[in-house]
């Protein structure tokens, strides 16, 4: 079982940056791989990125490559998802997620969800 908890979202203006965390419970952290998606209003969930449980490989949407970075520090039980240049389209509940196996960029392969932290990305 793992219990995850997402902070640092908020209200920037466009060009500004925001690093999200996700907080892990458990003692089983580093056996997961994580990611990060995103639901916009009246849209489906979108994977933005995610990170293989050693930290070694990270993988990404196309729209924010180049400007959002994954990492994780498996001792803090925590992943971070750095978002630089923030664009009004990238406003968002950001969801992070743990999976054991599958495909990491379909969310039903991820078994733990966190409640989300909103980003809002406005002038």
């Known amino acids: 079982q793992v219990q995850l908890v997402e902070s640092g979202g908020g209200l920037v203006q466009p060009g500004a940056s925001l690093r999200l965390s996700c907080a892990a419970s458990?003692?089983?952290?580093?056996?997961?791989?994580m990611g990060w998606f995103r639901q916009a209003p009246g849209k489906d969930r979108q994977f933005v990125a995610a990170?293989?449980?050693?930290?070694?490989?990270?993988y990404y949407t196309d729209s924010v490559k180049g400007r959002f970075t994954i990492s994780r520090d498996n001792a803090k039980n925590t992943v971070y998802l750095q978002m630089n240049s923030l664009k009004p389209e990238d406003t968002a509940v950001y969801y992070c997620?743990?999976?054991?196996?599958?495909?990491?960029?379909?969310?039903?392969?991820?078994?733990?969800w966190g409640q989300g932290t909103q980003v809002t990305v406005s002038s």
């Open positions: 990170i293989r449980r050693s930290g070694d490989i990270t």
């Open positions: 458990g003692r089983t952290f580093s056996s997961y791989d």
């Open positions: 997620a743990a999976r054991y196996s599958g495909t990491y960029y379909l969310s039903r392969d991820y078994s733990y």
